[in-house]
């Protein structure tokens, strides 16, 4: 909030400012400081298709912590890090202000699913170990966040930018899938839990992010009524789009 109230005054459109910070203060409550008790989950024990996937793609033992790890650079420093670095090349605040969005929507989405379902995660069930995210288990939040912010960055790149379409949309969706590979690989979540993530989080990414570029029209990068000063032999001429 301290960030977006920093620029409110010397931005346009201060009520979309406003209106992601809140978002994001949402998200992060639900992320960070609330917690909802834990109980046994009414969805466990998982289906046969989950324990097969699971068998062969745990990495087990002590690869646990690693795969987890690994998934969390994945997504923290790919697809988070993507959010500002993004809005820098395209030399645009509105493009960070669209992915911060999304990334709150789906996150605000993801947990409010976590809450309500409450299914048990592969770690706790075969384990028996309980913890405060033992029954956060469907759906992955990390592959959520990784195809929405995935999905967007790639049609922002695509659309705005002189990059192969291929390679962009490869790099995205390699990654954001790898991304789920390593949460089943840490053992974290079933193979449903990351399927499902991948289906909301592409759905969030690629509908969000053109509704907001609608809304966001009037920006110089999509077409904006951007003021344009002339100068010739007959004096200074202002041309402002309409």
């Known amino acids: 909030m301290f960030f977006f109230t920093t620029f409110i005054y010397t931005q346009p459109r201060s009520e979309d400012y406003l209106r992601v910070g809140a978002e994001l203060c949402f998200f992060s409550y639900t992320q960070f400081v609330h917690h909802s008790p834990y109980t046994k989950s009414t969805i466990s024990p998982p289906n046969n298709f989950d324990s097969y996937v699971r068998e062969k793609l745990h990495w087990g033992g002590s690869k646990d912590r690693l795969a987890s790890g690994i998934s969390d650079i994945l997504l923290y420093g790919a697809f988070v890090g993507a959010i500002p670095l993004s809005s820098l090349y395209l030399k645009n605040h509105e493009i960070l202000l669209i992915n911060l969005e999304i990334l ?86 079933y193979f449903s839990d990351v399927f499902v993530g991948a289906i909301v989080g592409s759905l969030i990414g690629n509908t969000m992010f053109d509704k907001l570029t609608r809304k966001y029209k009037k920006m110089s990068l999509l077409g904006a009524r951007t003021p344009n000063l002339y100068y010739n032999s007959q004096g200074i001429r202002l041309s402002i789009a309409l």
Do not use: C
């Open 104 to 189: 709150s929507i789906n996150g605000l989405i993801t947990n409010i699913v976590k809450n309500m379902t409450q299914r048990q995660r592969p770690y706790s069930f075969y384990s028996k170990k309980d913890d405060e995210d033992s029954y956060k288990s469907f759906f992955s939040g990390h592959t959520s966040t990784a195809f929405a912010i995935g999905t967007s960055t790639a049609k922002m790149l695509t659309n705005y930018s002189d990059i192969d379409k291929k390679i962009v949309w490869i790099s995205a969706l390699g990654l954001a899938s790898a991304t789920g590979y390593f949460r089943i690989a840490a053992d974290k979540h």
